[in-house]
């Protein structure tokens, strides 16, 4: 099974006045307003990826290779389910009908792909493996950053002011640093821990 990020988010959890604000910098010094915002991506991303939850509206695919009665969907607090799609015996992509199908989520996060009472597995292609099976589905807290849990922006915040000051991955004739641990204590709450 694999990801794919099919879309973007339309904003970031943090904006570039916040960002600015938390490293000090006053808002109208702009010299370096593109290292800052392209920070702000990479710590979402980085969030994101240590807790498998996703904090803007993003489509992804997810590609599975066989079916199953319930799907884990590999990033959490799944919103929507756009199609479910497979690949026939000819290799055409064939879209099932949204009553076959429907979203579960759990309790911290995790969500499921379950199929209902109607659905029967269809024939899939033989010599196609990895994406015989296609989930587009909608994650994240909604399109803007008012439902953001404030430790995960407050994460972001300490990862773009870790990255800015720390702009090598190793420093000359500085002790290397890890990313703070604050970072981790407030992602951790929000980790997903899949079994």
Request: proline share 6%; net charge negative; with cysteine.
């Amino acid at each position: 099974m694999f990801v794919t990020r099919k879309t973007e988010p339309q904003a970031e959890p943090v904006t570039l006045a916040e960002a600015k604000k938390h490293l000090r910098i006053e808002d109208d010094w702009a010299e370096d307003d593109a290292y800052i915002t392209t920070l702000i991506s990479v710590a979402r991303r980085t969030v994101e990826d240590h807790t498998g939850r996703t904090l803007i509206d993003t489509v992804f695919v997810f590609n599975f290779p066989f079916w199953q009665t319930c799907f884990e969907l590999p990033r959490g607090n799944v919103s929507s389910i756009e199609t479910v799609e497979y690949r026939d015996e000819d290799a055409v992509l064939v879209e099932l009908s949204a009553d076959q199908f429907r979203l579960s989520p759990a309790g911290d996060g995790e969500s499921y792909l379950v199929a209902t009472g109607t659905f029967t597995a269809p024939e899939l292609h033989e010599d196609i493996v990895n994406d015989r099976i296609q989930v587009t589905a909608k994650a994240g807290y909604g399109a803007d950053a008012t439902k953001v849990p404030q430790p995960l922006k407050q994460a972001i915040l300490y990862m773009i002011a870790h990255l800015y000051d720390m702009r090598a991955p190793v420093m000359a004739g500085a002790t290397p640093t890890a990313v703070p641990f604050t970072v981790n204590a407030l992602c951790g709450p929000y980790q997903i821990y899949r079994v």
